[in-house]
């Protein structure tokens, strides 16, 4: 049964139940909308590499698709949710995307025959959390939000950082069967710090691959911001 219609019968079913007030129907409805609009509305709408969905597109239901009677309902919902929840066994991430896989035993790229054991230096003793939703403050308007712990081991460090937006709906005709919504996001207060291996020469080598320091880069500040703007419509 697809999610509205299962919507449609339940608001049916207790419209009939005089003593409810219309508050609690209203908060039954919205509870319904929450659980059964599933992630898939906000796919397509990150990086191929970010851990977290970091968009309100799912709160943002076409009021068309239900009878006007119960549009006073999406109007006056509010609530929090969360979409996604990352914790890193083997992935560090920065900006809410992934940034390295943990280094294990690591061969040179200059010369496969050199190997050693890395992973301890990238040993952490807590590992990084990221936490990602959003705060629904009406029918068309709502807050992004993210929370990275960070990450800490001998060679590399990731402060936390927070994930901060905007998300906005406005429909474009009356009967509610088209809207444009646009999202404005970003990661900040992130920073990423790497700190080279030496061997027993003094030379400095990036660790998790065994390259020699002066060949290798990185953005030490990575805040992505996010633009968002889709448009669609009921026909």
């Known amino acids: 049964m697809r999610p509205l219609e299962a919507i449609r019968r339940f608001v049916n079913t207790i419209n009939p139940i005089t003593e409810r007030p219309p ?11 929450v659980c059964l ?7 397509g709408l990150d ?33 929090l ?18 940034l390295m896989i943990l280094p294990d035993r690591e061969c040179s790229i200059y010369d496969a025959s050199v190997c050693f054991d890395v992973g301890s230096f990238y040993h952490a003793a807590m590992p990084q959390i990221l936490l990602s ?6 029918g068309n308007d709502a807050l992004l939000w993210g929370i990275d712990s960070g990450f ?10 927070l994930l901060l937006g905007l998300s906005k709906r406005w429909f474009l005709s009356e009967k509610r069967d088209s809207q444009f919504i646009m999202e404005a996001s970003g990661w900040m207060g992130q920073s990423v710090s790497h700190t080279p291996c030496y061997d027993q020469f003094n030379r400095a080598y990036y660790c998790a691959n065994l390259s020699a320091w002066s060949d290798f ?10 633009l968002k703007l889709w448009y669609e419509k009921v026909f």
């Not at 508050?23 to 909308?33: A, F, N, T």
């Not at 068309?64 to 509010?78: G, I, T, V």
């Not at 949710?81 to 992934?98: V, W």
């Open 23 to 33: 508050s609690i129907r209203r908060r039954l409805l919205v509870v319904l909308l």
């Open 37 to 43: 609009t599933g992630p898939a509305f906000a796919e």
């Open 47 to 79: 990086p191929e590499t970010a851990l977290l969905p970091s968009s309100a597109k799912q709160a943002f239901v076409m009021d068309a698709q239900l009878a006007p009677e119960y549009w006073h309902a999406l109007d006056d919902r509010r609530y």
């Open 81 to 98: 949710a969360i979409t996604g929840l990352s914790i890193g066994e083997r992935m560090i991430a920065a900006g809410g995307q992934s």
């Open 133 to 138: 939703g959003f705060l629904v403050l009406d």
């Open 152 to 161: 800490t081991s001998e060679k590399l460090t990731v402060s936390p950082s």
């Open 217 to 226: 880069s990185y953005n030490p500040h990575p805040g992505d911001f996010y």
